[in-house]
């Protein structure tokens, strides 16, 4: 059965930061490009960041320096170190495995207030 369980969302105050973290199972985890995506209440998903199977990373122009992504293949999870958190920053947070099949997890809420 596949799973990807993320963890680490919160209510942070602006400027704050958050790690959020991706346990995933049920599938052969190096093989699979992992990416993180953000819906905010009431806006479409979209896409956060990305590290490859080699190691390679992208990011979002909206969150590029202030959020780091990082995989553990032995670990099998997947990371994403966000910093200088700001309110527009609010959404649930997904980890999402691509591969020629995509695979999603149940998200987790990050919530920027003072």
């Known amino acids: 059965q596949v799973q990807l369980v993320e963890s680490g969302g919160g209510l942070v105050q602006p400027g704050g930061s958050l790690r959020l973290s991706c346990a995933a199972s049920?599938?052969?985890?190096?093989?699979?490009?992992m990416k993180w995506h953000r819906q905010a209440p009431g806006k479409e998903r979209e896409w956060v960041a990305t590290i490859t199977i080699n190691g390679y990373t992208r990011y979002a122009d909206s969150m590029r320096g202030r959020v780091t992504i990082a995989r553990d293949n032995g670990k099998r999870t997947v990371s994403l170190q966000m910093n200088s958190l700001k309110p527009d920053d609010t959404a649930v947070y997904y980890c999402?495995?691509?591969?020629?099949?995509?695979?999603w997890g149940q998200g987790t809420q990050v919530t920027v207030s003072s």
């Open positions: 999402n495995a691509v591969k020629e099949s995509a695979y």
């Open positions: 049920g599938f052969t985890f190096n093989t699979y490009d």
